[in-house]
T-cell receptor
Framework: DTGVSQNPRHKITKRGQNVTFRCDPI?????LYWYRQTLGQGPEFLTY????????KSRLLSDRFSAERPKGSFSTLEIQRTEQGDSAMYLCASSPLGGGRGETQYFGPGTRLLVL | AQRVTQPEKLLSVFKGAPVELKCNYS??????LFWYVQYSRQRLQLLLRHISRESIKGFTADLNKGETSFHLKKPFAQEEDSAMYYCALRGYQKVTFGTGTKLQVIP
C-alpha cells in the first residue's frame, strides 16, 4: 500500500500521559497536514508542513501539542499531559510537490485517541 | 477568517431521486473549494474540486461566488452514494472543512 499510513491506529492512555503519533506520507509529497476530528465534526486543521518547515499552526493548538517533520518525510505529533478533551481521531494528509490551485490532499486512516 | 457551512447533518433520499448537498463559505480571497467523501470504513478521499469543473461518479458542483456557495449535485442517487460528504475550502496555508452531511440513499 503506497498511501498515507499512520501509526498507531488506536491509542488508549490515561490522563496526564504523553502520546506520540506517526504519519508516513506518500513518497515525494512535500506537504503534510495534521487534523483532529471529533464526533459529528469535520476535520479541524492543526498544522501544516512544507518539507521540514512548519508553515502554519492553528491557534487551537495548545502548547501541549507539538509536531515535527525532521527530514521532510515522516512526521510525528506529540501530545503532552493528555486531557480527556484530547480524545479524537487524528488525521494526517499529504499532497504532492507543486501543490498549487486544486491541490488534492491524500488522507491516512487516522489514529483514534481515547484519554481515560 | 475562512468558514465553511454545511447546514444539513443528514440528508435522506430515495434511490433515483436528485441529490443536492449544500455548502456555503466565507472567505475574503479567491476561494478553492473541494468536496471530500468518506465511505463506511474507508478513509477520507477527494471527490471533486471546483477548479477542475469535472463530474465524478455523476456528481457536479458549481462555484457560485455571488451566493458564496458550492453545492454538490447528482441527478439520480444510487445506493453506493451513501456516505459522509465534507465541503472544504483552501485558503492561505490551511484548509477548512465543514461539519459534513451524511447522505443516506434509501433503496
Amino acid at each position: 500500500d503506497t498511501g498515507v499510513s499512520q501509526n498507531p491506529r488506536h491509542k488508549i492512555t490515561k490522563r496526564g500521559q504523553n502520546v506520540t503519533f506517526r504519519c508516513d506520507p506518500i513518497s515525494e509529497h512535500n506537504r503534510l497536514y495534521w487534523y483532529r476530528q471529533t464526533l459529528g465534526q469535520g476535520p479541524e486543521f492543526l498544522t501544516y508542513f512544507q518539507n521540514e518547515a512548519q508553515l502554519e499552526k492553528s491557534r487551537l493548538l495548545s502548547d501541549r501539542f507539538s509536531a515535527e517533520r525532521p527530514k521532510g518525510s515522516f512526521s510525528t505529533l506529540e501530545i503532552q499531559r493528555t486531557e480527556q478533551g484530547d480524545s479524537a481521531m487524528y488525521l494526517c494528509a499529504s499532497s504532492p510537490l507543486g501543490g498549487g490551485r486544486g491541490e488534492t490532499q491524500y488522507f491516512g486512516p487516522g489514529t483514534r485517541l481515547l484519554v481515560l | 477568517a475562512q468558514r465553511v457551512t454545511q447546514p444539513e447533518k443528514l440528508l435522506s433520499v430515495f434511490k433515483g431521486a436528485p441529490v443536492e448537498l449544500k455548502c456555503n463559505y466565507s472567505y475574503s480571497g479567491s476561494p478553492e473549494l473541494f468536496w471530500y467523501v468518506q465511505y463506511s470504513r474507508q478513509r477520507l478521499q477527494l471527490l471533486l474540486r471546483h477548479i477542475s469543473r469535472e463530474s465524478i461518479k455523476g456528481f457536479t458542483a458549481d462555484l457560485n461566488k455571488g451566493e458564496t456557495s458550492f453545492h454538490l449535485k447528482k441527478p439520480f442517487a444510487q445506493e453506493e452514494d451513501s456516505a459522509m460528504y465534507y465541503c472544504a475550502l483552501r485558503g492561505y496555508q490551511k484548509v477548512t472543512f465543514g461539519t459534513g452531511t451524511k447522505l443516506q440513499v434509501i433503496p
